[in-house]
């Protein structure tokens, strides 16, 4: 597969021509494995795959020179760059060589989608054209995500401060217990239950209930 700069023409790369991308390929970092399906005797279905790691995967090359239609997978693997400098060579890149707005409009969506593993929406909608997502459909349940996520990380801050002020030092056990809560109806049980207990031991038992 030849790695190419010149304008999108809408063909997606092939999966396995990603796979067989010399950027991608570092033996260290992948685990072969193969499928097999077979019914009454026969084989139906038999083919190889590697898994691969992309946070190992050096990220340069395709940053600067790989295949526009992967660019989404750039900010996920390991780049020398700062992040505002990837999404901003992501974006310039996707803007210069996507021509169909339909098709550039589809990547900056999974460019957002996928950069929000790693990096903050703050940085993500500072570097990206947003103007550019927000009449799809898809960037209305990400954008709700955020803000739902954003909510949720506020009411958690809310609930260690009040547990602090009541009792002190929240041990790490409930820490991690607490901050896998996801639902905001759920936090706002637990303050009730903090509030109402006199001590860390009465709160910790409330929670079992």
Not at 56 to 65: K, N, P, Q, S, V
Not at 174 to 203: D, G, N
């Amino acid at each position: 597969m030849s790695l190419h700069s010149g304008p999108y023409t809408g063909v997606r790369p092939r999966f396995e021509d990603a796979l067989d991308a010399h950027w991608l390929v570092e033996p260290s970092n992948q685990l072969s494995q193969s499928y097999v399906f077979e019914c009454l005797d026969l084989t139906v279905v038999d083919f190889n795959y590697r898994q691969i790691n992309l946070q190992d995967i050096a990220g340069r090359e395709l940053l600067y020179r790989g295949p526009v239609g992967l660019l989404p997978l750039a900010p996920l693997m390991r780049q020398e760059e700062p992040p505002e400098v990837v999404l901003d060579k992501c974006a310039k890149r996707l803007k210069s060589e996507v021509e169909a707005e339909d098709e550039r409009s589809i990547l900056y969506i999974a460019l957002a989608a996928l950069s929000s593993l790693r990096f903050p929406k703050e940085l993500i909608l500072k570097a990206l054209e947003v103007s550019k997502l927000e009449n799809l459909p898809f960037f209305d349940g990400i954008r709700e995500e955020w803000e739902t996520k954003g909510e949720i990380k506020g009411r958690l801050g809310m609930l260690f401060d009040l547990i602090e002020t009541k009792f002190g030092r929240v041990p790490d056990d409930l820490q991690i217990r607490l901050t896998s809560i996801k639902e905001q109806e759920t936090i706002k049980q637990v303050m009730r239950k903090a509030m109402s207990a006199e001590t860390l031991e009465e709160f910790i038992a409330k929670l079992e209930n």
